[in-house]
Each structure stands twice: as structure tokens, then as C-alpha cells.
């Protein structure tokens, strides 16, 4: 389906993006550099971008425990919303981060394509919301982003129309290796876990552990954050970084935050705790600390086990209960990273 207006913004084709290809039989660098600075710009267009897609996820998937029906899932080529909408009229929209176009396809096979390169968020807005008024789907979105230093409405904002598909790649890649690790450390536990899953609102991604506690909410408290933290949680994650924390690291928090949390130790020693706010502490290992050791994929695995640690000793949960190692808990088996098919 193609609309034939003029003033619409264009649509491509697959594969007509500019991603970068890597030769074949090359590697892929693990983690590379990312500085905020390099992309800030970027950053910020696609941030919206991504608010605007998230937005009609939030309106129009089912709501389920702790908002997991909101954030982002990844693909093999970007990120992906998940199917929604009416059950006899599903749409899903993905994020193509290699030939960097967005994809709204609908359960019939419909399909409309609009290009990433180009446009600013007005245009984009615009672009995505003719898409789906095409395919019969009319949402109805708070159109203003969420917690970002400009409120500028989405289809009023052509000052954000930065968008170097490289660096967008590149951010995709990186999600993606993070992605399987965080897989790697909620293997571990088999409790209640969240996906692994990239929030939109926030630009970070995360895997929730639970230690079954409720816990008591004030009503007062925002309704996002009563539903978030209705249950006691060990969480781990990944930022790109912001105004305040100008770049990128891994992250654990324990909500609610036990006494004493911040003195406990983490491994390895350049590792931190930091105020995030409200007398709550992250545990934070710097990207680029952590990318340029021997074993980077070790070195964030032990990272976010004694953060976990150290919210599951002080909260008295019962680990030895709730641990899978390697994903397994079959009694008389003897998992092993060789034997479980870990990445």
C-alpha cells in the first residue's frame, strides 16, 4: 500500500537503506565505542522517534503486570513493537536499523514502509500516523515526549531531524550484544523474571529479577511507578547515558533500596555506587571500562552478580532456592556454558 499524496514523505523499498554491510567471514567488533557526544544529535531524533512508535504500543497492546507489555523487543535487524491491536486485525510496527526504515505491517499482509533517513520527528510523526490511518488503525497517543528537555509536540518538532544511519546501527548492534548478555544473567535465576527489553521512555535496556515480596505502594506515588514497583526487585541494565550521567554503563538497582545497599562491595573494584535520586544508589560499571578489559563479557557478567548479591543478602532472599545456573533446573543435570548453548 503507498499513499499518492504529494506532500507526503517518501517511502523506500527493502533494502535501500545505507547501513553499513560488514565484509563477509569479518567480525563484528564486541561492544565498540559509543560516546554520547559522537551522537547526541542522533540520539535525540531517534529517542522521539522512538517515543511516538512506543506510544501507540502503550495505547494499543493489552496491559500487562509491571507495563511489560510497553518496551521494545529486538530483531535480527532492529525493534520491534510485537503484534497488537484487535485480535481479528493485528499490526505490528519494527524498526529496520539496517536498510533503516520503519515496516507497519498488518496481519493480512498489508504493508507500508516509511524511510528513517530524513526526516524530522514532525515528519516522522506524520509519516507513521497517515501509515496507519492506510491500514484502518487511528490511536490516540498523549502527543508530547515523555521526560526529555524539550516538550515540543511530536508533529509540531522539526528542530530534531538528525539521524546518521551509521551511528543508529551501530546503537542497534550494541543493544543487541548487551541484549545477549543480560539473556546470560537471568539464565541464572528462575524466579519471576521480566524479558529482556528496551524501554522506550527511558532509552535503556533491562532484565528484572523478583523476589516475590509484595510491597507496600503510596498512593500518591505516579501510576507507572505503583504498577513497576507493586514487588520487591533486583534489576540490571544498560544506558547510553544523559545530561547527568554523560555515558554509557551497565547498571543494578535493588527497589525497594535496603539499608546499607550502598556499602556493600562490587566487583571489579573501579565499579561504583551512585545517588540516582530520592536516597536510592545504581551500582554502575562504565561501558568503556568494562569494553576494553580482557573478558568484557565476563567481567559485566560478575559485575551484575555481586550487585545482585548485594540486594538479595540485605533483602534475605532465598538465592539457593531461585538459582539456575546456565538456565537450568533439571536435578541431574550438570549445565555447563558447553553443554546449555550459551552465546
Not at 503507498?2 to 517518501?10: G, M, S
Request: hydrophobic share 35%.
Amino acid at each position: 500500500m503507498t499513499r499518492t499524496a504529494q506532500d507526503d514523505p517518501p517511502r523506500t523499498e527493502p533494502g535501500t537503506g545505507t547501513a553499513p554491510v560488514v565484509p563477509p567471514g569479518a567480525e563484528l567488533e564486541l561492544f565498540p565505542a559509543m560516546p554520547l557526544e559522537d551522537w547526541r544529535a542522533t540520539k535525540d531524533t531517534f529517542h522521539r522517534f522512538a517515543q511516538i512508535v512506543g506510544k501507540i504500543r502503550l495505547a494499543c497492546s493489552v496491559r500487562r503486570n509491571h507495563w511489560w507489555n510497553v518496551p521494545f523487543h529486538l530483531t535480527g535487524r532492529g525493534l520491534t513493537t510485537r503484534p497488537m491491536g484487535d485480535p481479528a486485525a493485528q499490526f505490528c510496527v519494527d524498526f529496520d536499523l539496517c536498510s533503516h526504515q520503519v515496516r507497519v505491517d498488518r496481519m493480512d499482509g498489508a504493508q507500508i514502509q516509511i524511510p528513517l533517513i530524513g526526516q524530522s520527528v514532525a515528519t516522522f510523526h506524520d509519516a507513521v500516523f497517515a501509515a496507519l490511518a492506510d491500514l484502518g488503525v487511528h490511536p490516540d497517543i498523549w502527543d508530547v515526549p515523555f521526560d526529555l528537555d524539550d516538550a515540543t509536540p511530536f508533529a509540531d518538532d522539526t528542530r530534531h531531524a538528525d539521524y546518521d544511519p551509521a551511528l543508529i546501527t551501530r546503537y542497534w548492534r550494541i543493544l543487541s550484544q548487551v541484549a545477549a548478555v543480560l539473556e546470560r544473567h537471568a539464565a541464572d535465576f528462575c524466579g519471576k523474571t521480566s524479558p529482556v527489553h528496551h524501554f522506550w521512555h527511558t532509552f535503556d535496556l533491562a532484565v528484572t529479577r523478583f523476589t516475590g515480596r509484595h510491597v507496600p505502594v503510596s498512593a500518591n506515588a505516579d501510576p507507572v511507578t505503583r504498577e513497576a514497583y507493586s514487588q520487591e526487585v533486583i534489576s540490571a541494565g544498560f544506558w547510553f547515558g544523559d545530561d547527568e550521567r554523560p555515558w554509557p554503563a551497565f547498571y543494578s538497582y535493588t527497589a525497594p533500596e535496603p539499608a546499607g545497599l550502598a556499602d556493600q562491595p562490587l566487583w571489579p573494584d573501579w565499579a561504583h555506587w551512585t545517588e540516582s535520586g530520592g536516597g536510592s544508589h545504581l551500582a554502575v560499571l562504565k561501558y568503556d571500562d568494562a569494553r576494553t578489559t580482557d573478558d568484557p563479557v565476563g567481567t559485566v557478567l560478575r559485575f551484575l552478580d555481586t550487585a545482585y548479591t548485594a540486594g538479595a543478602h540485605l533483602t534475605q532472599g532465598d538465592t539457593d532456592d531461585l538459582t539456575s545456573p546456565h538456565g537450568v533446573t533439571d536435578p541431574y543435570a550438570h549445565p555447563t556454558p558447553e553443554t546449555t548453548d550459551t552465546p
